[in-house]
């Protein structure tokens, strides 16, 4: 499976900024995706990212609040925009793996407190 | 619409023992794709199998067994002779229809301790 990192890993940020989180895959990769993990709580997908074109949100997740970049096979940004202490979350990014979108590899994620 | 219940929020065993995690799922359609993920401390998603609808082949792998039981729409996931690092949540996940998304369960938070 490829080896996916993220950075950064954690960050303690103050209400009304935004954060970019990067994800960094060592080989090529047709589809990558952000999730969102909020405390104690599970996975929920908020978009996928497409190189070449805009990401696909899910219901709930707006392009605004989450402006995604796909600049190649290998990279993405995820930005959380004006942030709120809602917005505290574990954000991961995933990959497909050889099955395609079936089988999806995790980053290690970014721990996010807004305070 | 997709649903996957993991009805045990935290099981607490002694190292040794078998445990099983329960997982159950809902989808109206007729091919569809099973997950676990294991997510240990440090917060890293380890996938651990996936199982397509029409497979239901129980897997082993180590002492790791899954029961894919459609007719209950239950994916359980047995550990055997448990180990103080499997202590983890494990999460059971749905892709079922178009599009990418993965419907995952609340998690399941094993602690085994000594």
């Known amino acids: 499976s490829a080896v996916i990192s993220q950075k950064p890993s954690r960050d303690i940020c103050q209400r009304g900024t935004s954060l970019t989180i990067q994800c960094q895959v060592d080989s090529q990769v047709t589809m990558m995706f952000w999730y969102r993990q909020q405390p104690g709580q599970s996975l929920t997908l908020i978009a996928t990212a497409n190189q070449g074109s805009e990401a696909t949100y899910e219901s709930g997740f707006v392009i605004d609040k989450f402006p995604i970049s796909r600049p190649n096979l290998t990279f993405s940004t995820l930005t959380v925009s004006n942030m709120s202490p809602e917005d505290s979350s574990i954000y991961l990014c995933?990959?497909?793996?050889?099955?395609?979108?079936?089988?999806?590899?995790f980053g290690p994620g970014t721990r996010l407190t807004v305070t | 619409a997709q649903k996957v219940t993991q009805a045990q929020t935290e099981i607490s065993v002694v190292e040794k023992e078998d445990v099983t995690l329960d997982c159950v799922y809902e989808t109206r359609d007729t091919t569809y794709y099973l997950f676990w993920y294991k997510q240990p401390p440090s917060g890293e998603l380890v996938f651990l199998i996936r199982r397509n609808s029409f497979d239901e082949q129980n897997e082993i792998s180590g002492r790791y067994s899954w029961n894919f039981q459609k007719s209950t729409s239950s994916f359980n996931f047995t550990i055997t002779a448990s180990q103080v690092v499997d202590s983890a949540v494990y999460f059971c996940a749905l892709k079922s229809g178009g599009g990418n998304k993965l419907t995952f369960g609340t998690g399941t938070q094993l602690k085994v301790e000594l």
């Open positions: 995933s990959v497909a793996g050889a099955g395609g979108p079936y089988e999806q590899y």
